[in-house]
């Protein structure tokens, strides 16, 4: 079964830093372009980061650029996105999805060009 779990939200300070996971199971990470999205409270759902599979390139949204790293391990079948200096309008629930090769990661992020398969995500709290 398919499957990618998230992990590692929480409610932090503005200024905070989180390090979210995303495992895989059922498929192999390393042949899939991976992303994290979000999704905040009456707002649609946005791509934050794309990594690509075959040389880890990465895409990142203009409101997360230099705070925000995406990463992947493909022996452990992870993904992550390590968030820095956060902010009150980062608080969302976190999602990772897969996209095939073909899919270019401006696509994948920008489009939602995606799988669809969406989890339960993790929770993301940035309040003082």
């Known amino acids: 079964q398919v499957q990618l779990v998230e992990s590692g939200g929480g409610l932090v300070q503005p200024g905070g830093s989180l390090r979210l996971s995303c495992a895989a199971s059922?498929?192999?990470?390393?042949?899939?372009?991976l992303g994290w999205f979000r999704q905040a409270p009456g707002k649609e759902r946005e791509g934050v980061s794309c990594?690509?599979?075959?040389?880890?390139?990465?895409y990142y949204a203009d409101s997360v650029k230099g705070r925000f790293t995406i990463s992947r391990d493909n022996a452990k079948n992870i993904v992550y996105l390590e968030m820095n200096n956060l902010k009150p309008e980062d608080t969302a629930t976190y999602y990772c999805?897969?996209?095939?090769?073909?899919?270019?990661?401006?696509?994948?992020?920008?489009?939602?060009?995606?799988?669809?398969?969406w989890g339960q995500g993790t929770q993301v709290t940035v309040s003082s």
């Open positions: 059922g498929f192999t990470l390393q042949y899939y372009n």
């Open positions: 999805e897969r996209a095939t090769r073909s899919t270019t990661i401006q696509d994948m992020c920008v489009s939602g060009d995606t799988f669809g398969s």
């Open positions: 990594i690509r599979d075959s040389d880890g390139s990465t």
